[in-house]
Structure formats: C-alpha cells, structure tokens
C-alpha cells in the first residue's frame, strides 16, 4: 500500500498531479506534487499539516516543504516538493511513485517540451 499524507495517520484522497524534473546528469531531482481542494485542509479538519509523508512498504518519506495556496480566504491548493540530492533519494522516490501510481492508476509521462522533466 502506498499512500500520501499532510497529516500523520491520514491519508489524502485527491490524486495529485505530479512533475518530476531532474537535472542534466539524472542523478538529482525535484517532485513537486499539486493537490487541488485536498482532504488534508477541508472545513472538518482541524489538525497542522506539518509536512508531505509518503508512505510504502519500504517506510516513509517525508518532506517538509509544503505550500498553500488560498482563493478569497479559501485554502484550495497544497503543493509539495521533494527535492533529491542523489541517486539513492531518486531511486528511492521512484520505487515509491512506483506503487502510488499503481495503486491510484497513475500513468507516467515523459515529457516532450522540457528533456529533463516527466509528469506522472
């Protein structure tokens, strides 16, 4: 089971769109993963989000940079970002990617206008 979360012990439910980009030598990435209208800050919620947690059979990955966007006072978009300083973290990210998509039936795609970036 893969599954994202902003709040420990509760997972996502909005499927996000995913860019990967990934420096000249692939060894070094960034994901950036957009939610639109997440579970994670409706109105029933009342906990922080205090990170991005993706979670696999594997353990956890966690990133602390999350952003969110607000319409009229509205919270409506979070954004998170992974950033990959090897080739064992991109690895690592891919495994994972691997299941979520699987598991949410994701399809990968590379990229055509930018070499160095694909979309999940």
């Known amino acids: 089971m893969a599954a994202i979360q902003f709040i420990q012990g509760m997972d996502e ?26 579970k994670a800050v409706g109105k029933d919620v009342t906990q922080p989000i205090t990170g991005m947690y993706m979670i696999d059979e594997e353990g956890q990955i966690t990133s602390r940079d999350v952003k969110l966007t607000t319409v009229n006072g509205e919270p409506k978009k979070l954004e998170g970002f992974y ?30 206008s930018e070499p160095q970036a694909s979309k999940f």
């Open 83 to 112: 950033v990959m300083k090897s080739q064992e973290e991109l690895d690592r990210f891919m495994r994972f990617m691997g299941r979520y998509a699987e598991e949410y039936g994701l399809e990968f795609t590379k990229a055509r």
């Open 13 to 38: 439910e909005v499927t996000p769109d995913i860019k990967l980009t990934r420096s000249r030598n692939g060894k070094q990435g960034t994901a950036t993963l957009t939610f639109e209208n997440p």
